[in-house]
């Protein structure tokens, strides 16, 4: 659906995104995520073709943004991170205002609108001026406008930004039930967002694309953590003859150890058989589990760049973002 090939931006001297690829498929819910002045902002303003790259190309349904920038936008749902809603306006009339830039008119209007109310929950505050609303109840606002028009590809700009845990949750359960029918790009820094929401992660540090991976395959592992009081020479006589074992390890916990595994075997059942083992073996187990590496660990070791570097980066993206 969407497909991003070698695209770069510049502002000035300052490279905002550097050569980045990557391609999106019918459906799909991504992650986009990255410290701030990542360059996640600038992306986005391309993926919407609001700005156009400095070199490479976006295209939306295998023709390039730039030559008909109105087809993707007619299909398109944005909800950028500091939403420009009208205070003095009531829920129904900017909800109204935004539907008629859209495109939509008559009864097309107001049955999209009654369908977005719905699907935001905002029913009750039909009547209600924005201004009058809790941050929460704006961000849902900001969702029932990005969603009119049934869009094919939804952008979401840091959508649980300041909320309490009960409006992320809702947030949450709504994006879900938006991603059925859309495909949904979710920027945002909360590593939390992207494991309960997402199909997969881009990862962009200082503007160059470092990670793409599979929420699924982050998952998968190579090794199993142990925890254990038994004697270290215990350990290994009763894991000797396992085929799957590569190598055993003790880490910096005076009771923890990794059990490193060989291709083509399955980490839980390697924990089934070395409980087993262990147990028959009289060896007490505080601990046993896959060793997985978690996206905070990933994206933390990914940005593993000075303070000064990130400070300066973030400096000159906002600055940059603020003029366009």
């Given at each position: 659906?969407?497909?991003?090939?070698?695209?770069?931006?510049?502002?000035?001297?300052?490279?905002?995104?550097?050569?980045?690829?990557?391609?999106?498929?019918?459906?799909?819910?991504?992650?986009?995520?990255?410290h701030?002045?990542?360059?996640k902002?600038?992306?986005?303003?391309?993926?919407?073709g609001?700005?156009?790259?400095?070199?490479?190309?976006?295209?939306?349904?295998?023709?390039?943004?730039?030559?008909?920038?109105?087809?993707?936008?007619?299909?398109?749902?944005?909800?950028?991170?500091?939403?420009?809603?009208?205070?003095?306006?009531?829920v129904?009339?900017?909800?109204?205002?935004?539907?008629?830039?859209?495109?939509?008119r008559?009864?097309?209007?107001?049955?999209?609108?009654?369908?977005?109310?719905?699907?935001?929950?905002?029913?009750?505050?039909?009547?209600?001026?924005?201004?009058?609303?809790?941050?929460?109840?704006?961000?849902?606002?900001g969702?029932?406008?990005?969603?009119?028009?049934?869009?094919?590809?939804?952008?979401?700009?840091e959508?649980?930004?300041?909320l309490?845990?009960?409006?992320?949750?809702?947030?949450?359960?709504?994006?879900?039930?938006?991603?059925?029918?859309?495909?949904?790009?979710l920027?945002?820094?909360?590593?939390?967002?992207?494991?309960?929401?997402?199909?997969?992660?881009?990862?962009?540090?200082?503007?160059?694309?470092?990670?793409?991976?599979?929420?699924?395959?982050?998952?998968?592992?190579?090794?199993?953590?142990l925890?254990?009081?038994a004697?270290?020479?215990?350990?290994?006589a009763?894991?000797?003859?396992?085929?799957?074992?590569?190598?055993?390890?003790?880490l910096?916990?005076?009771?923890?150890?990794?059990?490193?595994?060989?291709?083509?075997?399955?980490?839980?059942?390697c924990?089934?058989?070395?409980?087993?083992?262990?147990?028959?073996?009289?060896?007490?187990?505080?601990?046993?589990?896959?060793?997985v590496?978690?996206?905070?660990?990933?994206?933390?070791?990914?940005?593993?760049?000075?303070?000064?570097?990130?400070?300066?980066?973030?400096?000159?993206?906002?600055?940059v973002?603020?003029?366009?």
């Amino acid at each position: 659906m969407l497909e991003v090939r070698s695209v770069s931006r510049r502002y000035g001297d300052f490279k905002a995104v550097d050569d980045v690829s990557f391609a999106v498929t019918q459906g799909e819910v991504v992650g986009l995520l990255g410290h701030n002045g990542a360059g996640k902002t600038t992306m986005m303003k391309m993926l919407s073709g609001f700005l156009e790259p400095d070199s490479g190309a976006v295209l939306f349904k295998g023709q390039p943004v730039h030559e008909d920038r109105s087809r993707l936008q007619r299909e398109l749902g944005y909800l950028p991170e500091n939403l420009p809603v009208y205070p003095e306006l009531s829920v129904a009339s900017y909800l109204d205002y935004a539907a008629q830039l859209k495109g939509l008119r008559g009864e097309e209007k107001r049955s999209d609108i009654r369908r977005v109310l719905e699907a935001t929950e905002l029913q009750a505050r039909l009547l209600s001026p924005i201004a009058t609303l809790s941050r929460g109840l704006k961000q849902r606002v900001g969702v029932a406008q990005a969603i009119l028009g049934h869009p094919s590809l939804l952008i979401l700009d840091e959508p649980t930004n300041g909320l309490d845990p009960a409006q992320t949750e809702s947030m949450r359960a709504l994006i879900r039930h938006i991603s059925e029918s859309a495909t949904v790009i979710l920027s945002t820094h909360i590593m939390q967002e992207v494991e309960a929401m997402c199909d997969r992660a881009l990862i962009i540090r200082r503007g160059r694309l470092a990670v793409d991976a599979s929420l699924q395959d982050l998952q998968k592992t190579s090794r199993i953590r142990l925890l254990s009081s038994a004697a270290e020479a215990d350990l290994r006589a009763a894991l000797a003859d396992v085929g799957w074992l590569a190598s055993f390890e003790r880490l910096s916990g005076a009771q923890e150890y990794r059990l490193n595994i060989r291709d083509g075997h399955d980490a839980g059942e390697c924990v089934a058989q070395a409980v087993r083992l262990l147990v028959e073996k009289n060896i007490p187990i505080q601990g046993i589990a896959p060793d997985v590496q978690d996206l905070q660990s990933l994206f933390l070791e990914v940005n593993a760049a000075t303070a000064a570097d990130s400070t300066t980066g973030t400096q000159n993206e906002d600055e940059v973002d603020h003029v366009a």
